[in-house]
């Protein structure tokens, strides 16, 4: 115990008080660990460029590992907005009136649907999700049973577990508001 004590001790010996009207409170005497600012490491994240031509810089790790990022020439990035913008169209936007039933009843019919695809399975469950949040109750039911359905098969090795489980807390919740309030 007075051996660690001993040791913190020396380690803060080195620290001086600077007056307070200067930026830096403590300045250390050795800047051992601090870099300018006070801002520790540094120097460990900051890249050191290897080829400007084609992007490479070399990063240090907190751990102390170095490693080599590959850089994007610029037929690379010129190939990538194109795809960003002509094949995927851009961002997706989503209108006021999105999530209508009328649409649900058509996706749902749909066959050519993936639900293997994670977007595809969001998609069909943000429409029970708006019932449900609207307190539309009936509506959400008729929207979570078919979908649970449709997703069961899919759950390989529990990989969409929570999914079912919402649907089925969805389902849950809404029959027990429909039965306390059947006039809705």
């Known amino acids: 115990m007075l051996r660690r004590m001993s040791e913190l001790v020396s380690s803060f010996s080195g620290l001086h008080i600077a007056s307070a009207g200067s930026k830096s409170v403590v300045t250390p005497s050795d800047n051992a660990d601090l870099t300018k600012g006070g801002r520790r490491n540094q120097a460990l994240t900051k890249p050191i460029t290897i080829d400007s031509n084609t992007g490479e810089v070399l990063v240090r790790k907190t751990t102390g590992k170095t ?16 795809q960003y913008f002509l094949e995927e169209k851009g961002p997706t936007r989503t209108e006021e009136d999105a999530l209508k039933m009328e649409d649900f009843d058509l996706l749902i ?21 708006k019932y449900y949040y609207e307190r539309d109750y009936m509506k959400c039911l008729k929207v979570s049973e078919p979908l649970l359905h449709k997703f069961e098969p899919f759950n390989k090795k529990n990989k969409i577990r929570r999914e079912l489980e919402e649907l089925r807390y969805m389902i849950e919740k809404s029959k027990a508001r429909l039965e306390l309030q059947p006039s809705r």
């Open 109 to 129: 019919e749909d066959e050519s649907f993936d639900y293997a695809l994670k977007q595809v399975r969001q998609k069909m469950v943000s429409y029970a999700q």
């Open 67 to 82: 490693k080599v990022r590959r850089g994007q020439s610029a037929e690379e990035y010129k190939e990538q907005l194109r």
